[in-house]
């Protein structure tokens, strides 16, 4: 079994980027950027749930791209959920 | 191989344990399959039964064999409980757990424990719908719309709920098993390439499993909620949107129906070609359109919800989306027939069902255009046009491949043949009574007849009474397989390894196969289907 | 048995019916990955929920988000983000072979996990206190930043609430679960039933977790931190 294990340092510092990331979005949601808010917010909650699985969960060192396939067309699929909700009510006459 | 000579001490899956514990623990897939065939056949004749009675209160216009509130919980009840706990399970829960360790080569699923748990979910399920039944039922239409689910049933909605949450997770854990299985547990030489149809039709059923059943799932323990504590997600007194449970309902429910007609199309994919003695038409093509069927099927769902209020704009694109489902139905379709096409066709009862399965499908498909077009929907939305027309897909389609599938493999799952006169006039008394009860709903619908009442203008009788008659045919149709495949499994004749001299890895094992499958693990050195490499032995009769 | 075609390795753990351990490990992971697949669109249907109502009542969210504690939030967060390092290194002191450390990490995650429960349950005493709960003595009398005079529409800031419950509560019963299943693990890593060649409920049990971790990453942001500059 080729097994990839990491050192535990990578596994501090992964923490550490996440725990600054958590304080970063917290004070950031406090300055006012206008339509930028939101966009920020999500922004740093993809960056911090990529950086977990990556790295927590090992996606980097896998040689299966199923796993990154499955992720994909889950991910895919939410998206089809949301942007064909939206778009009828986008475009509803009235709200 | 084994022969029949000696087939009564050979040890088998079937008496390799006797008792009541080695069935309830069992973790062999095809055991699986057998407490699955038993509880969906007792819920489809729960689910007959009501129907039956539907019939009957519409043999005449007045309300006189029920009232409505009672009309009300029998095709919510109906259709709740053959939707969800006869049409969803049955052939991937049951021919499906037979046969996809059996097709690829593989001793049993990629998780057997997690297969009996699916069948206890599907138990509780089942029993707490049961008990929905016999304590008062549900009126809101097997579809839960809201507010009326929300706000003003005062029925057991939340145990309804509840009940298909539950079954909800069995067939996540079915699709999610076969996933696994097909990817991590495929014999030697058995590519993606050589894999049979059945399996592509039931990967794309299980892709639907995972990626739509947990939609479905959070939106009914949404209501739950709402009933329960009093949320207020749907609640229009509270600025919520009644159709954003319509957009999340029919998420699951519209690719639903492609879990019920998927596997259908894997049965009929293996029959052809066997039957006609002749390998498919466009391998490859049928192979895709089952992924395509189920990713587009994903894509359209709102086309429910044309007349609910939704915006005209999303209306089109819906219309327009629903329109390319067409298209891997139709090479499918086609696929078939060219696979006949100079074909040496016999006509066993496996391949009626299929000849049934092609023509109500296409029936099913081209009136489902009808409502995939805006103007022509607004018209029939709501009408007995709708219920034909997806009785044409869910009973013409997906329970006709479900039969022609029992009747194909039962040499194997039972190790007798059923008799075969009787097989073709049950196939040939459904297909009657089938378009007998459904295609006077056709005109009724397109005549003005609501859904969904229980009593009805005095114009629309004769129809309606042929309807009924129509139906107590079919009950017929449906009650005898039934008998003889009991009656079979003890004086049928003994079946042999391979009846049907038909390619698939399932037929290189004897039957019933033992209970790892294969004495050994076997090599794949062919495609699928090769029937033109291979000759009719003169012993072989398919009683034509 | 008629299981003539016994793979070369047999080791107890090893079920039957796969060819080896590879197999068995690849097929339980492949299992758990869809398995997740399928939690992002349970969460999804919420999601999108959550997406049309902020579209159309976004001032009533923003205001009923501004009656969270943030720095409750923020701690939150950083507990999950706590446990997930502990699990992350669990599964490398299981494949590692160090038996007493994966006891050990499994524990803190275990109380990790305890301690969000904790929290998030001393949140939902709070909004009960405050008449935030969804139904008949739901209370909020809030007017938009700056304009007192802007009263909010209670009916709508109830969807917000109804929002938060239903995800934050499909998020706690997850961590349940989560706990439930570290719970088992850490009898069998007790047991001393994981080694270097098989630990692969660790590895599973982490996977869930770590899933459960990122819900959390998305819901802080969603439900904590709109329009909080005012």
Redesign the interface.
């Known amino acids: 079994m080729a097994e990839h294990i990491l050192s535990s340092k990578l596994y501090w510092a992964i923490w550490a980027i996440l725990i600054c990331l958590t304080v970063v979005t917290a004070l950031v949601a406090r300055v006012d950027l206008g339509w930028f808010n939101p966009v920020a917010a999500l922004l740093i909650a993809t960056g911090k749930a990529t950086i977990v699985v990556l790295f927590f969960m090992h996606v980097k060192y896998t040689s299966e791209k199923?796993t990154t396939m499955v992720i994909v067309?889950?991910l895919f699929?939410l998206l089809?959920?949301l942007a064909?909700?939206l778009?009828?009510?986008?475009?509803?006459?009235i709200s | 191989m084994a022969t029949a000579a000696f087939s009564h001490e050979r040890?088998h899956y079937l008496n390799k344990e006797y008792g009541i514990r080695s069935w309830l623990l069992t973790t062999d897939h095809k055991r699986i399959a057998l407490l699955y065939l038993v509880s969906i056949t007792f819920f489809f004749f729960i689910g007959g039964f009501l129907a039956l009675l539907i019939r009957l209160e519409l043999l005449t216009p007045a309300g006189d064999l029920v009232q409505a509130d009672t009309y009300n919980k029998l095709f919510t009840m109906h259709g709740q409980i053959m939707i969800f706990f006869f049409l969803i399970p049955s052939i991937p829960a049951v021919l499906g757990n037979f046969l996809v360790p059996l097709m690829i080569g593989?001793?049993?699923?990629?998780?057997?424990r997690?297969n009996l748990l699916s069948w206890y979910l599907y138990m509780c399920g089942g029993i707490l719908m049961l008990h929905t039944l016999l304590t008062g039922g549900v009126d809101t239409g097997w579809t839960f719309y809201t507010p009326f689910s929300t706000a003003f049933s005062d029925t057991k909605v939340i145990e309804a709920g509840v009940a298909i949450f539950i079954n909800g997770f069995s067939s996540?854990l079915t699709g999610?098993?076969f996933?696994?299985t097909i990817?991590?547990?495929r014999a030697p030489g058995m590519t993606f390439s050589r894999l049979p149809l059945f399996l592509w039709s039931h990967y794309a059923t299980s892709?639907i499993f995972?990626?739509?059943?947990?939609?479905l799932?959070?939106?009914l323990?949404?209501v739950v909620?709402?009933r329960a504590?009093?949320?207020?997600?749907f609640d229009p007194?509270?600025?919520?949107?009644p159709?954003?449970f319509q957009?999340?309902f029919w998420?699951y429910s519209h690719p639903a129906v492609y879990i019920m007609i998927l596997p259908s199309m894997g049965v009929v994919s293996e029959i052809v070609p066997c039957f006609s003695r002749k390998r498919i038409f466009g391998y490859s093509f049928v192979a895709m359109a089952s992924i395509g069927i189920a990713v587009i099927g994903?894509?359209v769902?709102?086309h429910h919800m044309f007349v609910a209020g939704?915006?005209?704009?999303?209306a089109l694109?819906?219309s327009f989306l629903s329109y390319l489902v067409a298209v891997p139905s139709a090479i499918k379709v086609f696929n078939w027939t060219a696979t006949m096409y100079k074909g040496s066709i016999s006509f066993s009862t496996p391949m009626l069902y299929a000849f049934g399965f092609i023509g109500l499908f296409t029936m099913g498909g081209l009136t489902g255009l009808f409502l995939a077009a805006l103007g022509v929907d607004v018209h029939v939305t709501d009408t007995y046009f709708v219920i034909a027309h997806f009785h044409y897909i869910m009973v013409g389609g997906a329970v006709m491949g479900y039969l022609g599938g029992m009747h194909f493999w039962w040499p194997k799952i039972s190790g007798r043949m059923y008799p075969e006169g009787w097989g073709r006039l049950a196939a040939l008394i459904v297909f009657i009574g089938f378009n007998l009860t459904f295609f006077p709903q056709f005109i009724l619908g397109y005549l003005g007849m609501p859904r969904r009442y229980w009593q009805y203008p005095p114009e629309f009788q004769v129809l309606n009474v042929l309807s009924t008659a129509g139906s107590t045919i079919l009950a017929v149709g449906y009650l005898l397989p039934m008998v003889y495949f009991l009656w079979s499994m003890r004086y049928g004749k003994i079946a042999d390894d391979n009846p049907w001299n038909a390619t698939g890895l399932e037929w290189r094992t004897a039957s019933p196969p033992?209970?790892?499958n294969f004495?050994?693990?076997p090599l794949v050195t062919w495609e699928a289907y090769e029937y033109d490499k291979m000759t009719l032995p003169a012993e072989v009769t398919l009683e034509r | 048995?008629?299981?003539?075609?016994v793979a070369v390795e047999h080791t107890p753990e090893l079920?039957?019916?796969?060819?080896d351990m590879e197999?068995q490990r690849?097929?339980a992971s492949?299992?758990m990955w869809?398995?997740l697949?399928?939690?992002i669109?349970?969460?999804?249907?919420?999601f999108?929920?959550y997406l049309?109502?902020r579209l159309?009542?976004y001032n009533e969210f923003a205001v009923a988000s501004r009656t969270l504690s943030l720095p409750i939030g923020t701690i939150n967060t950083a507990v999950l983000i706590c446990s997930s390092l502990t699990v992350a290194l669990s599964v490398r002191a299981a494949q590692l072979g160090k038996q007493k450390l994966v006891i050990v990490l499994l524990v803190l995650t275990l109380l990790f996990g305890l301690a969000f429960l904790g929290i998030k349950g001393y949140e939902w005493r709070e909004k009960f206190v405050e008449h935030h709960i969804?139904?008949?003595s739901f209370s909020f009398d809030e007017a938009m930043p700056g304009h007192p005079e802007a009263k909010i529409?209670p009916?709508?800031a109830?969807?917000f609430f109804?929002?938060y419950?239903?995800m934050t509560g499909?998020h706690a019963l997850h961590m349940i679960i989560g706990v439930g299943i570290f719970a088992v693990l850490i009898l069998m890593a007790w047991r001393g039933r994981f080694t270097p060649e098989y630990h692969t409920p660790v590895e599973i049990g982490g996977l869930y977790w770590h899933f459960v971790d990122i819900v959390w990453i998305y819901l802080f942001p969603l439900l904590y931190l709109i329009d909080r500059h005012k």
């Open positions: 199923l067309s889950a699929w089809i959920l064909l909700s778009a009828d009510y986008s475009t509803r006459p | 040890e593989a001793k049993d699923l990629a998780f057997p997690i996540i999610l098993n996933v696994v990817h991590r547990m892709i995972l990626l739509g059943t947990p939609v799932a959070i939106t323990l949404l909620f709402e504590f009093n949320l207020g997600i007194n509270r600025g919520g949107d159709l954003l957009h999340l998420f994903f894509l769902w709102a939704m915006s005209l704009y999303a694109i819906f033992p209970t790892y004495e050994e693990t | 048995m008629s299981d003539s075609s079920r039957h019916h796969f060819a197999q690849n097929a492949l299992g869809l398995f697949g399928t939690e669109m349970f969460f999804g249907g919420m999108c929920a049309i109502y159309a009542y969804p139904g008949s529409d009916r709508h109830q969807i109804s929002l419950f239903a499909m």
